[in-house]
């Protein structure tokens, strides 16, 4: 699922998009920039194939499905073709219904609480840097409950093993 939400840093206004797997609830890309563009708005879904797939071609994440709601961001044609060229079938939310992205949603609660509601940042660079911190502290330490209270990063492991035992 991909989202963004917006912050204030000492430089004015800072869009925050993030882009997390449903199934381990981990934060697979983050990024933040001044403006809120759909060029914007790839590149945590370009990050997380990057990091989980090995690379960045044509038809790379072949399988996976991308839940987004129906901004104007992700509904335009430059977004959608993205998606398409890496393989990721659109998967748009009902309109009026958060829920229906609501591994991204809690994410951005998580994210909030823990970092632009408690923080001053003076540039939107030093806003970047505590996101990337912040993905990795909930990467490999936060606890998810429905996963048994292991971190995203401990579930993932454990899904890998089964097929890496199997090769």
């Not at 800072?14 to 990024?31: M, P, Q």
Request: net charge neutral; proline share 4%.
């Amino acid at each position: 699922g991909t989202d963004l939400t917006t912050t204030w840093t000492g430089e004015g206004p800072a869009a925050v998009f993030i882009a997390v797997g449903h199934c381990s609830a981990g934060c697979v890309g983050i990024h933040t920039a001044a403006r809120a563009t759909r060029f914007e708005a790839l590149e945590p879904i370009r990050q997380g194939v990057r990091r989980h797939r090995g690379g960045f071609a044509e038809g790379i994440a072949r399988g996976l499905a991308m839940r987004h709601d129906h901004g104007s961001r992700y509904m335009s044609d430059h977004f959608q073709k993205e998606l398409v060229f890496l393989g990721i079938e659109s998967s748009p939310a009902f309109v009026r219904a958060p829920e229906g992205n609501g591994c991204a949603e809690r994410f951005i609660r998580t994210l909030k609480e823990n970092l632009p509601w408690v923080r001053h940042f003076d540039t939107v660079e030093e806003l970047r840097q505590a996101l990337i911190e912040f993905r990795e502290l909930y990467n490999t330490s936060w606890l998810i409950e429905r996963h048994g209270f292991i971190s995203p990063a401990d579930f993932r492991s454990k899904q890998l093993q089964p097929a890496a035992m199997a090769a």
